[in-house]
């Protein structure tokens, strides 16, 4: 009989779906347990909740205790579980603490934000029989129980396809706001450079903010000649993979927080065969090779490195063949491969 994992995370990106899958595939049953954002009811509790952390409301929190009570705890009462595995959570009311610790199934944590970011996350790590971090930076010397591993990506989404059907130069995706200074201002100076007019260039994002997002529409929708098109502020996994793909370059500039962060699509875009521009960053080599799997740059060479590789199309061929043979270590299916090895459960 195959062992089951009961998986519980935020219902955003289709991460906890896709490592559901990714167990499945190793021959483990897998059920999930999301908890959603809070749902906002008024102009005015929208406006304060995008000028704060969203994850720190206390609605978001309820709901994380409620999907353990609800679900989690349910799940494993009516239908067992070998496995318990948690995607960052929140902050755990103590009853529903001792309840999880009175399971006696194994707790494993992936932190899905730097701790900087979700201190929860610390409280949860204390419970679990390892901890698996996407921030280099947060592991602790010597730490026993705990190991560093970025999120993986969904190689049935994020896939190559034709080279006919790449009808995008440039694609700068993510968030940005304060957390993500230096990827607004790569967009900034994207925009402004002769390389948005040589060039088909696009965005796909959002600022954080009504204000920011009415800001964009007038910068990246206006009829001037040129310029950075804002093609989407978020769009379904399915569809961002489908536009990294259709990209002859995939700008992706991480965090400015945290110490040594990696973003999933820093695997996504070389497994969609695209190349991928990202910054230099030490860390960054311990995943992937710059320069080979993908190309680097400063904030300083970020519009020269443009130019360079848009001119060299052998050279964007030779890297996105790179990247995508080296994207195949990092798929959700190997990372839980990883975790399993790790606790020994493979």
């Given at each position: ?160 396809q034709p080279a006919s059907a790449k009808d995008i130069d440039v ?126 740059c400063s904030e300083a060479s970020l519009l020269a490195e443009l ?23 990092h798929s959700y299916e190997a990372r839980v491969a990883a975790i ?7």
């Open positions: 009989m195959s062992r089951k994992v009961v998986i519980v995370g935020p219902d955003t990106g289709g991460i906890p779906q896709s490592i559901a899958k990714a167990f499945e595939r190793l021959g483990w049953q897998a059920e999930t347990c999301l908890y959603l954002p809070p749902v906002i009811t008024s102009v005015g509790k929208l406006l304060l909740h995008r000028l704060r952390d969203p994850h720190s409301d206390r609605a978001f929190r309820r709901e994380f205790n409620r999907v353990i009570r609800e679900g989690l705890l349910q799940v494993v009462a009516e239908r067992g579980a070998d496995l318990i595995l948690i995607l960052k959570g929140d902050y755990l009311d103590e009853c529903h603490a001792g309840l999880l610790q009175s399971c006696r199934i194994p707790i494993v944590l992936w932190t899905l934000d730097s701790l900087s970011r979700a201190p929860a996350q610390r409280i949860l790590a204390q419970m679990a029989l390892h901890t698996f971090y996407i921030d280099g930076g947060d592991l602790a010397p010597g730490a026993a129980a705990a190991s560093w591993l970025p999120l993986g990506f969904d190689a049935d989404l994020y896939r190559p694609l700068l995706i993510g968030s940005l706001g304060a957390r993500y200074r230096r990827r607004g201002a790569a967009l900034k100076r994207l925009h402004a450079s002769p390389l948005s007019r040589d060039w088909s260039c696009g965005f796909i994002g959002s600022s954080g903010t009504i204000a920011g997002n009415l800001a964009m529409t007038l910068r990246h929708r206006s009829r001037r000649p040129g310029g950075v098109s804002w093609l989407s502020r978020r769009v379904p996994a399915g569809q961002l993979a489908g536009a990294i793909a259709r990209s002859r370059i995939c700008v992706n500039i991480h965090q400015d927080d945290g110490l040594m962060p990696v973003n999933p699509m820093f695997f996504a875009i070389p497994g969609c065969g695209t190349c991928q521009l990202a910054e230099e960053s030490p860390h960054l080599a311990r995943w992937l090779r710059p320069g080979v799997d993908y190309a680097a130019q360079r590789l848009l001119e060299s199309p052998e050279l964007l061929e030779t890297i996105g063949c790179a990247g995508y043979l080296a994207s195949s270590r399993l090895a790790q606790i020994g459960g493979a």
